[in-house]
């Protein structure tokens, strides 16, 4: 098992940043992949950034540009950090591990909202 707890979440006006922060606890050794993924109500939820051991990164391509995801093994933790930040950023965030073997953990999610 796998425990995620995402922090950093807000409101911010558009244009502002925000870093949003996961801790991970459990079996680690299992995960080869951390992302981000956000949902808003009544769309699925989508992928926002990831990125795997050997540090390579992906992004939606609303994102690119503006958001940065980075990630501390030693401390088991991952950050989103979010530049520029446009109302359509808003959605409830959601940490995200996989592992090898293709299972999925998910955080309890942190709003970030963002409104003039």
């Known amino acids: 098992q796998v425990q995620l707890v995402e922090t950093g979440g807000g409101l911010v006006q558009p244009g502002g940043s925000l870093r949003l922060s996961c801790a991970a606890s459990?079996?680690?050794?299992?995960?080869?992949?951390m992302g981000w993924y956000r949902q808003v109500p009544g769309i699925g939820r989508e992928l926002v950034a990831r990125?795997?051991?050997?540090?390579?990164?992906d992004y939606a391509d609303s994102v690119k540009g503006r958001f940065t995801i980075s990630r501390d093994s030693a401390k088991n933790m991952w950050w989103l950090q979010m530049t520029n930040l446009k109302p359509e950023d808003t959605a409830v965030y959601y940490c995200?591990?996989?592992?090898?073997?293709?299972?999925?953990?998910w955080g309890q999610g942190t709003q970030v909202t963002v409104v003039s």
């Open positions: 995200n591990a996989v592992t090898y073997g293709a299972t999925q953990y």
């Open positions: 459990g079996r680690l050794f299992q995960v080869y992949s």
């Open positions: 990125i795997n051991l050997s540090d390579d990164a």
